[in-house]
């Protein structure tokens, strides 16, 4: 059995996904990919046999070749393509946020529960990041006592165009909301955020960097330093106090080079270097877990609860204040 998966969006993610499927991935083949530039998704499939370039996510999930969703697209385009895809019953993978608030994130959750099976995995690539993978079993097992802290800083070199001060919440703190909540496995109760000196280097709008401050259920702190015109490259790093020691995850490492007079490396560019393994082994496992009738990661409830913590971040950035995060009860399907 194969899965014949339409991508819907040829962006930067998108077309990244493609090369992965149509190269890496086992199992799965790309055979439509949707954009509402018919340019960009013509050019996204050249070299891949059998696979069509359309216009409308519509077209891609009445087509008889395809049997699984890759939603790639803005994150406020999601819901729609959502409901059509769970009414297909196909599996999907949905770039995150699965959508950008928690009204909707919840009416999502309610369409799949009403389905009675898991079809929805959110793209939080960052749980098969290697190093992610082993700080959160050093949590699990205990191994250096309780986790106490976690320090976390996430830098873009720059944002694209249309980026806009709430999406430093929406678009990438969402991240650390989700790993927050894989690392300790518990939910995040309240989020602050503060704005202290901008960078001069911010497009008009947005206050870029921002300090967010979050506590989870048995009372782990974390604070998250968003800085997403920080120039030098991009990175993803994290700092974990324990009882018994400390653990640092996400630096640049290697190669390692000394040459003339100087010593060093190079930094990350971008996600797609920083994480393009972590993308591969979530793929891959949304893949495997899809040809059993499951899925193979963070589920629907993983982005509604981050959906909740985002418009607590939003309003807290507003207000400054500390800001509870509201929950609706978890559905027996997610337990
Ligand atoms: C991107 C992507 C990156 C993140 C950026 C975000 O959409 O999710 O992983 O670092 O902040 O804008």
Not at 107 to 134: C, N, P, T, W
Not at 179 to 186: D, K, S, V, Y
Request: hydrophobic fraction near 40%.
């Amino acid at each position: 059995k194969t899965l014949r998966v339409a991508v819907i969006g040829a962006g930067r993610m998108g077309a990244d996904h493609i090369k992965r499927l149509s190269t890496r991935i086992h199992g799965a083949e790309v055979a439509a990919v949707v954009d509402v530039d018919l340019a960009r998704a013509q050019a996204a499939i050249e070299g891949i046999d059998r696979a069509v370039a359309l216009a409308s996510a519509d077209e891609a999930l009445n087509n008889g070749d395809v049997n699984a969703v890759l939603i790639a697209t803005p994150g406020f385009l999601h819901e729609e393509i959502l409901y059509k895809a769970l009414e297909k019953d196909f599996p999907i993978l949905c770039e995150k946020p699965l959508t950008p608030d928690a009204g909707s994130a919840w009416k999502v959750v309610q369409a799949e529960q009403a389905l009675g099976h898991k079809r929805i995995q959110v793209g939080f690539m960052r749980r098969f990041d290697a190093e992610y993978s082993a700080l959160g079993a050093i949590i699990r097992n205990s191994e250096l006592g309780e986790l106490l802290m976690l320090h976390h800083q996430h830098r873009n070199p720059s944002t694209p165009e249309g980026f806009t001060n709430e999406m430093l919440i929406n678009d990438s703190v969402v991240h650390e909301f989700d790993a927050i909540r894989f690392f300790t496995g518990e939910e995040i109760t309240s989020v602050q955020v503060r704005l202290g000196k901008p960078t001069r280097s911010a497009p008009s709008g947005q206050h870029d960097p921002q300090h967010v401050l979050l506590e989870t259920e048995s009372g782990v702190l974390a604070d998250v330093e968003i800085y997403v015109n920080a120039k030098f490259g991009y990175q993803v790093a994290t700092q974990a106090s324990f009882e018994e020691g400390i653990v640092s995850i996400g630096s640049d490492n290697g190669p390692y080079v000394q040459t003339a007079g100087k010593w060093g490396g190079n930094v990350t560019p971008g996600f797609e270097e920083r994480f393009g393994a972590a993308y591969d082994v979530e793929v891959q496992a949304w893949v495997d877990a899809a040809l059993r009738g499951e899925i193979g990661g963070p589920t629907a409830w993983d982005g509604y609860a981050t959906a909740a913590c985002c418009e607590a971040g939003v309003e807290a950035q507003k207000s400054g204040e500390k800001v509870k995060v509201q929950l609706n009860t978890k559905p027996d399907l997610y337990k």
